[in-house]
Every structure is written in structure tokens, then in C-alpha cells.
């Protein structure tokens, strides 16, 4: 089965500071990725995606890199605010079903 | 434009019930998938609608869930009997275009509790 995790289930950052949050993926046919935000009493929104044929893409003060060589995705959200807090997934798919990863709290301290 | 919306928001159930949630996609939106989170575990997917039809149900448990989407518009998941198990929350998401590829949108959420 696929195997979609993050490197750290939690992560508190100061106001102002910039987060990196990071996901393994198992399968290397992956050819597309996402990140999600979920917050409380929401469902996961998107916030920004990637093609297995690029290494880096930005967005509004989200940049998500993918490196392929050790399976590796991350999400960098700049000068993190009070509403970044969140639980943030990473998805992978190879075109059929996407798996999720369980997911990174992350907990902006003011 | 209304988002994907889901009803209930909770339900708490005694094992053996049974429990309908029900899934209203964004308009025009062909494709609904059904995913269900149990606690601090990973986003699972249950199954995938092309309008009317089943496109892939290959994530569901076992033949205790029953989804189904008459009409093509809004979906309902049925659980019945209720396992101790079957306890998380259950997204619904639906697409416009046929491919994962395509951005899913994300409904708040079932929080299904079985005791």
C-alpha cells in the first residue's frame, strides 16, 4: 500500500518566523502532489500543488519542493501568521486515488 | 457559489445502528469522492462518483457501507450495522473534471462517533 507520512506529527512556530513542514512518500510514481490546510471545523482546503516534473513551485507565501531522489515534499510558508494555524496533509496520487498523510499541526505562537 | 456542504456535522451512534450521512457536492460538479479520517491516522479515500456511477469503490471497508448518489447530485453513505471501528470523520469532496489531477473541494465533514 502507499505510504504518505510527515516527519513531525506537531510544530509550533513564533509569529513572524517561517515554517517548513515535511512529508515522505513511498511510491516514486507519483507524479502529482498537493498540500492541504485543514482547520478546526473545516475540511481540508488546497493550497498549492506540484507536477512530479518540477522541483519547486510558489504561491502566496507558500513555496512546496519536491525532491524525487528521496521522495521528499515540504511546504514553506513565509512569515507565518496566527491564521497559518492549522493541520496541514500532503497528498500524493499517480493519477487514480490520492493518499493523504496523517497530517502536521502546526501552532503559530503571537 | 455554496461550497460542498455535509449533514450531519456529528453523529453519535450505539454499535449496531445505523447511520446515513449525506453529501451535497458544488454545482455542476460531476465528480464526488467520499473519504473518511480515523483519529490521528492518515486521510483515507472510500470511492469516487462520475455523476450517477461508481467510478472506484475500491477504498470502502467491507459491505457494511453503502454509498450511493441517485440523480448524480448529492450522495449519502450508510453504515449499517455500525462498528466501534467505523468511528472518525468522513469528507465528502467533489470535482468538475474527471481526473485527480483536478482541484477537490472539501466539505467541513461528518464526525461519526460509535459506542
Known amino acids: 500500500g502507499e505510504s504518505v507520512g510527515l516527519h513531525l506529527p506537531t510544530l509550533s512556530v513564533q509569529e513572524g518566523d517561517n515554517s517548513i513542514i515535511n512529508c515522505a512518500y513511498s511510491n516514486s510514481a507519483s507524479d502529482y502532489f498537493i498540500w492541504y490546510k485543514q482547520e478546526s471545523g473545516k475540511g481540508p482546503q488546497f493550497i498549492i500543488d506540484i507536477r512530479s516534473n518540477m522541483d519547486k513551485r510558489q504561491g502566496q507565501r507558500v513555496t512546496v519542493l519536491l525532491n524525487k531522489t528521496v521522495k521528499h515534499l515540504s511546504l514553506q510558508i513565509a512569515a507565518t501568521q496566527p491564521g497559518d494555524s492549522a493541520v496541514y496533509f500532503c497528498a500524493e496520487t499517480t493519477g487514480n486515488q490520492f493518499y493523504f498523510g496523517t497530517g502536521t499541526s502546526l501552532t503559530v505562537i503571537p | 457559489e455554496a461550497g460542498v456542504t455535509q449533514f450531519p456535522s456529528h453523529s453519535v451512534i450505539e454499535k449496531g445502528q445505523t447511520v446515513t450521512l449525506r453529501c451535497d457536492p458544488i454545482?455542476?460538479?460531476?465528480?464526488l469522492y467520499w473519504y473518511r479520517r480515523v483519529m490521528g491516522k492518515e486521510i483515507k479515500f472510500l470511492l469516487h462518483f462520475v455523476k450517477e456511477s461508481k467510478q472506484d469503490e475500491s477504498g470502502m471497508p467491507n459491505n457494511r457501507f453503502l454509498a450511493e448518489r441517485t440523480g448524480g447530485t448529492y450522495s449519502t453513505l450508510k453504515v449499517q450495522p455500525a462498528e466501534l471501528e467505523d468511528s472518525g470523520v468522513y469528507f465528502c469532496?467533489?470535482?468538475?473534471?474527471?481526473?485527480?489531477?483536478?482541484?477537490?473541494?472539501f466539505g467541513p465533514g461528518t464526525r461519526l462517533t460509535v459506542l
Open positions: 469532496a467533489s470535482s468538475q473534471v474527471w481526473g485527480t489531477t483536478d482541484t477537490q473541494y
Open positions: 454545482s455542476g460538479h460531476d465528480n
